[in-house]
């Protein structure tokens, strides 16, 4: 085997297929990436831990067609260093040798014939303009659960009926949820699936802003796996099993106070006021009418207070709440204007945007956030 392109490209496309291996893998086979050189011209890179595979597909002038496996990382790090010119990479014996400008590395390869072969893609089911589903995923990914005792909350559920694509996620103390238009393959289709909140979080890294993803689901449940595709980069991976939490029955059906505040004097007055706050307690929003005062320490402790125009609609308010969990709902956001509606204090706060002051919310995006005790 033997092919030369270019170091960006080459760097590109290494980066993206190792970014989902296993740093502790069942088996020291699967850290490696499988590099296919074809005489058509095309070379092709993946890696597969049986619950993630990702494939990459580009050009590359082939000399020699072939196949190998070498440590993902490795490469990766490898790659990432080498000068800006031209790499040729060949299989010399037992190493696969790189070479670029006057750098020489000689790897050595894994067996390739004990890799796994990568999983099938499930039928497509529809596709989504590529950065409306990565801004989608950002959102709501946010809001998904770290730890991994807790598998079912880790992941984010996906709803499909007919048009209209639906994610969601929480972690017990937010709860986000994003609406979207996408295209069916098959008109009035009702799917559901539940996917690794980390999983998605990457193919959002990887999608092009331009064009649009192809999403594979299988229709039956017997077929645990969802496929994402753009740009030549594949991307499949298991679903998680279990059923998810009805969470949408936690958005309250009517609200009596509503705030509407810029959302990025909001966003900066938090980080200043949180820079006080001690870890587990709360910055304090006082809301009345014409203006917000945010506060954070008490006591002996360190103190600090802001106070931000904003518009209220019903009583006055005193609310607390997690700054890094009101951040992320916040940046979230995309809209100049953070419009919070609650019922009481100690009740869930639903957080969506609006474009301008007395614009009319965009209900797309809601942010669900619990109080915490003041």
């Known amino acids: 085997m033997k ?9 590109d496309a290494v980066s993206w297929a190792t970014r989902t291996l296993p740093v502790r893998p069942a088996m020291p086979i699967l850290q490696g990436v499988r590099i296919v050189a074809d005489s058509s011209g095309e070379l092709q890179l993946s890696t597969f831990d049986y619950e993630v595979s990702a494939q990459i597909r ?16 490795m490469l990766s790090d490898i790659v990432r260093a080498l000068p800006n010119k031209d790499v040729s990479i060949a299989l010399e014996g037992t190493k696969l040798q790189v070479r670029c400008g006057s750098a ?131 991307t499949t991976s298991t679903l998680v099993d279990g059923e998810y939490p009805p969470v949408r029955r936690l958005f309250p059906d009517t609200t009596a106070i509503t705030a509407v505040v810029s959302t990025g004097a909001l966003i900066d007055a938090v ?30 402790d360190a103190q600090a207070s802001e106070v931000l125009e904003a518009h209220l609609e019903g009583e006055d308010l005193v609310v ?15 809209t100049e204007f953070a419009r919070l509606t609650f019922t009481d204090s100690i009740k869930p706060s639903v957080m969506s945007g609006q474009d301008s002051l007395e614009g009319v919310p965009d209900t797309s995006y809601k942010y669900l956030i619990m109080p915490m005790r003041i």
């Open 320 to 334: 607390g709440f997690n700054s890094g969990f009101l951040l992320d709902g916040l940046g979230a956001l995309g």
């Open 271 to 300: 980080k200043r006021v949180s820079l006080v706050a001690e870890r587990n307690t709360p910055v304090r929003l006082s809301f009345a009418e014409g203006q917000v005062a945010l506060e954070a320490g008490a006591g002996d």
């Open 3 to 11: 092919f030369h392109l270019d170091r960006g490209v080459l760097g």
């Open 104 to 234: 020489r590395f000689a790897l050595a390869t894994l067996p390739v014939e004990e890799y796994p072969q990568l999983p099938s893609m499930p039928p497509v089911a529809g596709s989504v303009a590529a950065d409306v589903f990565s801004e989608a995923i950002s959102q709501v990914t946010v809001a998904a659960s770290k730890d991994d005792t807790l598998p079912l909350l880790t992941g984010v559920k996906v709803e499909i009926s007919g048009e209209t694509m639906t994610l969601m996620a929480t972690d017990r103390y937010r709860l986000a949820l994003r609406e979207l238009t996408w295209n069916p393959a098959t008109p009035g289709t009702e799917q559901t699936a539940l996917v690794r909140g980390r999983t998605l979080h990457e193919v959002a890294r990887s999608l092009a802003t331009g064009g649009s993803v192809e999403i594979a689901l299988a229709e039956d449940d017997s077929a645990h796996l969802i496929g994402f595709e753009a740009g030549g980069r594949r």
């Open 58 to 73: 580009l050009d590359a002038e082939v000399e020699q067609p072939g196949e190998v496996l070498v440590q993902g990382r």
